[in-house]
Structure formats: structure tokens, C-alpha cells
């Protein structure tokens, strides 16, 4: 995941008019800074907070599906990913959208919280891309290949490496695999660590590259040309899916249930479908 810097930005979504604020928020009245509850007509507002595209996105997408249901979505965008959790903890939002289960763990953990998961919404799959050799069968001895440098990211790309014939792990290596968990790289390949918004940059000295699908595409590539992408059915897919996270006393609440579903719904999965060109995808871990 990005580590973004701690800004909060207010993003207020009504049904049939979504708008982000392009300022940070203001000071807001008492009546503003409710979290869930039941307007004059009946309808249930819901404060989520979230992460920019794609996840702001995927929340409007899930408007109309909610309308119908009398739910309102009120949307904190956070470009940050401590604060969305805190303020979830303190009261200030009803669920938020921007994480993976294991950073939910860490950071209930480190932060002694009881926040949980309600269910995954999608997955950002990695890809390996063509540097100077096309193909992964033209590997030459010596190739240098280049993976993300972070604990999550680089476990990911070793994953996808040994699914693909590149290289073998142990077997318990699992989603913490580090290159010092190699256990078969017969021609000696070079595993290049780099930071993941540098990879995409730097194809033209590696001889292949894994990338996240974010920085793939804010480097000009498209996941349709990787060589091969993380499957939905992937240990990495799976794990890492983006999901809404809540408070333990809200997990069975009616309104975050049927958040989840529309999240969840075929609408939703067609919109992330034909929006992000493949570098968002559906979760297959629901």
C-alpha cells in the first residue's frame, strides 16, 4: 500500500450528486459531525472514510444500490493512512475503505484497537512487465529483475515470480517471503529491490519488473501488456484484498451490512470492471 501524507480531505456524497472538496475540511457543527443516523425522511446517513481512486470511486459507484435502500453516503477522503482507522475508533465514522486485512491487524495491534473487517471489496493486482528481455522464457542467465522494496509488496512479487516458473520459495514462505527465501534460481537471476513508484521508471535497465497495477499505470503501462498478473484466486489476491473495516460493536449493524453487499453487488463488480482497466479487480475473498 501507498503511505500517503497526513492530510484529510471532506468529500460529502447525497444521493444522485456526488462532489470532493479540493480543500481541507472545515470545522464542522455538532449536527455535521454525527456519524450514523436517521434524517427526516428516514433515510440512514453513513460517514465513511476513505483513500482516493480507486476506492472514493467504488463508493459512488455504490450509490444507486444503497438509494434504493433509504442509505445516504457521506464521504471523508483521507490521504493518509493513520488517521481513517483513529477516527473510525473515536467515533467519527461509521467504517472506513482504504486497507488490507493485515495492516488492519498491525494496526489494532500497534495502536490497541478492536477494529474489524466486514468483508473485501477488491484486490490491486501486481504485474511482471517486459524490461530489456520480451518474454520470461528469454530470460538469460544473470537477468536482473526488479521488485518492490517493502515487506508486503516484495512478498507479493516473489509469489507471483514462483507461479510463474521464475523461481522457487520455501514452502512456508508465504505473504513474508523475502528474497533470502529462495530456494531454486538455477541461472542465477538478480533480484533487484526498489521503491514501487520506481520500478515502472526504470524497465529500461531491468530485464523484467513487478509492478503494482497504481504505478503501473501512472508509468504509462497497462496491466493487458503484463506478462502475467496475480490470478483472483492468488495467496497475494486473497490476503490483500481492500476491505471495510468497522468497530467490533458494529459488525452485525444492519447499514454497514448492506454497505457491504453493494459494495459486493454485480453493479459495483461491473463498474470496478470497466473502469480500471484491469488495475482494480473484484475480490474474489468475500
Not at 436517521?38 to 465513511?48: H, P, V
Not at 530456494?183 to 529500461?204: G, H, R
Not at 470496478?272 to 479487480?281: C, S
Request: proline share 5%.
Amino acid at each position: 500500500m501507498k503511505k500517503f501524507f497526513a492530510v484529510a480531505l471532506t468529500a460529502v456524497v447525497a444521493l444522485g450528486l456526488a462532489g470532493c472538496t479540493s480543500q481541507p475540511s472545515e470545522p464542522q457543527n455538532e449536527t455535521e459531525q454525527q456519524t450514523q443516523g436517521e434524517s427526516a425522511d428516514g433515510a440512514t446517513t453513513l460517514k465513511i472514510g476513505a483513500s482516493p481512486a480507486p476506492h472514493v470511486d467504488i463508493l459512488k459507484a455504490a450509490i444507486p444500490v444503497l438509494e434504493q435502500q433509504g442509505i445516504i453516503l457521506d464521504i471523508v477522503e483521507f490521504n493518509d493512512y493513520i488517521l481513517p482507522n483513529k477516527a473510525l475508533d473515536e467515533g467519527e465514522l461509521d467504517a472506513n475503505f482504504f486497507q488490507h486485512k493485515p495492516y488492519l491487524d498491525t494496526f489494532n495491534t500497534d495502536y490497541k484497537m478492536d477494529l474489524v473487517s466486514l468483508g473485501a471489496v477488491h484486490y490491486e493486482p501486481m504485474g511482471i512487465f517486459a524490461g530489456k528481455t520480451a518474454d520470461l522464457a528469454s530470460l538469460p542467465d544473470g537477468a536482473v529483475i526488479g521488485v518492490p522494496n517493502d515487506p508486503t509488496n516484495e512478498a507479493r512479487a516473489l509469489l507471483l515470480l514462483e507461479a510463474n516458473g521464475v523461481l522457487k520459495l520455501k514452502e512456508d514462505a508465504g505473504i513474508a517471503a523475502t528474497k533470502l527465501d529462495i530456494t531454486e534460481n538455477p541461472k542465477n537471476f538478480v533480484i533487484q529491490e526498489m521503491d514501487a513508484a520506481q520500478l515502472a521508471l526504470s524497465l529500461d535497465s531491468l530485464d523484467i519488473a513487478v509492478i503494482n497495477g497504481n504505478f503501473a499505470l501512472s508509468g504509462g503501462l497497462e496491466l493487458a501488456d503484463a506478462l502475467a498478473v496475480e490470478t483472483e484466486d492468488s495467496l497475494a489476491a486473497t490476503t490483500y484484498a481492500n476491505i471495510i473495516a468497522a468497530r467490533k460493536e458494529d459488525e452485525n449493524n444492519e447499514a454497514l451490512k448492506k454497505l457491504v453487499e453493494a459494495l459486493q453487488s454485480d453493479d459495483v463488480k461491473t463498474f470496478i470492471n470497466d473502469t480500471f482497466a484491469g488495475a482494480v479487480k473484484p475480490s474474489a475473498a468475500q
